[in-house]
């Protein structure tokens, strides 16, 4: 067995049900609070997740990241009827607008999906949390507004809670899950069940992967039905199915870089990590995982914000990230990348393999064989958090 490839690794080999979950920790035995209170000596979590902590590394949530050129891949061969299904709903309610919402990382999913939804099917978005969703209503036309529900068990209450007013209200509700069956699928009007089942380290790390990946090939499907024009949707399709291989070819070598500049920032006091596009997205995922993973305080932000605000606040134990593919925001990075020269501050980028602007200003530098910036943000999931896991 390979470096990292989890015990249950077969298991993803399939779209998981509901009823085959893992057995979760029955509190009825003993009393709840002395669990929660021992949760120091055996995480609660892990209880509920059916899995045993590992106090040291590999820790499984590396396990997760690991998997991840595999089981994105694999929904990338198993969701094309449900993703054309969903995309025909579209058309034939005359949707025009899409709402993205989930908790944490599942609403980075929709946030960094959703740049691919303006500019490949014409369609405007916008990601909300589930609860913020649930008590600032909004007044949508419902009738026509698709609601992508996303939660990698299926199980999250609030997001559930929210999917089903939404629903009640005539909106057009997807859940994409990686549980098929799962509670929220039973209130949804359609489900795209992506590979994985249960995660085994509690922080939705190839949830995220492979639902961006069902995200943008749902983005492409529509661009198709709704008949833009000024696009290649066949080399899409193409260079979308490719990101996996790219992902697992450059896999180990991601993860040997990240032990390296890991070694040096293992201290750090926190982290900024600039992103732009789709990859505002890709910063806030990966500033969770710095929160989750290693403990310690990470802030996502556009560059201006970095520029009109954090730019006094970077220091040399605050790490600057800077996510920089091809776009339209390049002069903007390049100031950033410049002040962390002029200040002498630690610095980080994560580029395509084409760069030569940005790199050379970096102290450290993780490079993808992807440019599009949409692609870019799938591709770079297992550098964004693994980085977190080694610095831990």
Known sequence: MKKGNPKNL???????????????FDFTDRDPVL????????P????????????????NVYDDIRTEPYVVSKTLETIGDSVRRVAAGFVKREISHVVGIGMGTSQFVGQAAGPAFWQWAHLTTEDRDSVEALTSEKPYDCEHTALLCFSGSGSTVDTISACKTFTEKGAYSIAITSIAESPLTKITKDTIACVGGFDTGGSDTFHYATRLAASLALAIELGKERSVS???????????????????KR??????????????NARMRSALIVGTGPNYGTAEEMALKFDEMAHIPAKAMVPTRHLHGALGLTDERIQTI??????????????IADATMVLKVPSMAIVPDKEKVISPMMDYVIRVPISNEHLFALC?????QMYPTTVL
């Open 251 to 264: 896999l180990d070598e991601i993860d040997k870089r990240c032990w390296s500049i890991a070694k040096h």
């Open 35 to 42: 669990d929660i209170e021992a949760t120091s000596e055996y």
């Open 230 to 248: 000024d696009l290649d949707f066949k080399e899409l399709e193409s260079q979308l199915k490719s990101v996996p291989t790219a992902m697992a």
């Open 322 to 335: 800077i996510l920089a593919p091809e776009n339209n925001a390049s002069r903007w990075i390049e100031q």
């Open 380 to 384: 770079v999931v297992p550098a964004i």
């Open 44 to 59: 609660v979590m892990y209880r509920a997740l059916g899995t045993e902590p590992r106090t040291g590394h590999p820790y």
């Open 10 to 24: 077969d298991q993803r080999d399939r779209v998981m049900k509901y009823e085959e979950r893992p057995k979760v």
